[in-house]
């Protein structure tokens, strides 16, 4: 983390001894919360970044957080690895439930999330190739990125290939980190392609796990 000035706020070694962070956000306190796949979560003080309350862990073993949003007093958090769906209470970091579909949806190797005006959860979902979209409250399947239609035929240019993260931008479309196809993909929430943007800049290394943020 840098200030506005680029003087360094938080280096690795800050970080309670954390290895490998995958995707970061803001509480609404303000904090930092960091997603550690090495096997939790970290709130950080946002006076000085040192770690508030204990870290965010399942009972259960195999905890490899790849993605975390923050809707209200919930926590969201993905695990690759399981293809598994946590969900914690920021209030007491309490674990509240965790599952691996739904009805009419299933997870495969979910990565990045992203939250879209508070009412819809946005999964990337790099097993599937697609991004997944659930209702916050009841995890109802809400809809799909691509489209059905698209996302069935693997047809190019609106096709995703192992998406690894998903942000929402200020008209409310959403931006993938599409990283077989070596792009940002922009999509309306109907699953319709926008536009390509930087085709070609972001490179896969057969083990590339981007991730991307907007500023709105």
């Given amino acids: 983390v840098w200030d506005t000035d680029f003087a360094t706020k938080l280096y690795k070694g800050q970080m309670g001894g954390g290895s490998e ?11 930092l919360v960091v997603a550690f796949r ?9 006076d000085d970044y040192s770690p508030k309350g204990p870290p965010l862990r399942p009972p259960s073993f195999g905890f490899h957080p790849s993605g975390l949003a923050v809707v209200g007093e919930r926590v969201f958090v993905s695990c690759s690895r399981n293809s ?4 914690f209470s ?12 739904g009805s009419h949806w299933e997870l495969q190797e979910p990565s990045g999330m992203a939250v879209i005006e508070d009412r819809i959860l946005a999964i990337a979902d790099r ?9 916050v409250e ?3 399947f809400h809809g799909q990125v691509p489209d059905p239609e698209t996302w069935r035929s693997k047809a190019a240019p609106g096709a995703l290939r192992k998406p690894n993260d998903v942000a929402v931008d200020a ?10 196809n ?3 993909a922009v999509y309306r929430q109907d699953g319709t392609l926008v536009a390509s943007v930087m085709q070609g800049f972001f490179k896969d290394k057969g083990n590339t796990f981007s991730y991307l943020s907007c500023n709105h």
């Fill in 138 to 140: 009841s995890l109802d």
């Fill in 21 to 31: 962070p995958s995707q970061i956000c803001f509480s609404p306190g303000g904090e």
């Fill in 171 to 180: 008209a409310g479309n959403l931006l993938v980190m599409d990283t077989q």
């Fill in 182 to 184: 070596e792009r940002v």
């Fill in 38 to 46: 090495s096997g939790y979560v970290q709130l950080l003080s946002p």
């Fill in 90 to 101: 920021l209030r007491d970091g309490s674990h509240l439930q965790q599952r691996k579909g």
């Fill in 84 to 87: 598994m769906l946590h969900q």
């Fill in 127 to 135: 097993g599937l190739h697609r991004v997944l979209l659930l209702d």
